[in-house]
């Protein structure tokens, strides 16, 4: 139904930082809470950050303080800062609605911490 595109991951180190962002094709991208989603190998897809359409934010406990979620509405985008990252981040990310759709997920972007 909906169009997502996740970008900027990539191999870093522990304790460096990414920026991933999600670019919506959708029409009605304002009046959707928004996610972001990782899978590791052997694991279920678990949520790691939420945004409603307001601007409210949630967090997985794993990724308190170390995370931030943002949108930009305007641009149809959201972003996921990833600080002081541990190799347990290693993951396949992906954005979907929050709850999600199955319709809607993409490719992803592959997340290694690695030294």
């Known amino acids: 139904q909906v169009q997502l595109v996740e970008s900027g991951g990539g191999l870093v180190q522990p304790g460096g930082s990414l920026r991933l962002s999600c670019a919506s094709s959708?029409?009605?991208?304002?009046?959707?809470?928004m996610g972001w989603y990782r899978q590791a190998p052997g694991k279920q897809r678990e949520l790691v950050a939420a945004i409603t359409s307001g601007g409210a934010t949630t967090y997985a406990d794993s990724v308190k303080g170390r995370f931030t979620i943002s949108r930009d509405n305007a641009k149809n985008t959201v972003s996921l800062q990833m600080n002081s990252l541990k190799p347990e981040d290693t993951a396949v990310y992906y954005c979907?609605?929050?709850?999600?759709?199955?319709?809607?997920w993409g490719r992803g972007t592959q997340v290694t911490v690695s030294s």
């Open positions: 959708g029409s009605f991208f304002s009046i959707y809470a």
């Open positions: 979907n609605t929050e709850p999600p759709r199955y319709g809607n």
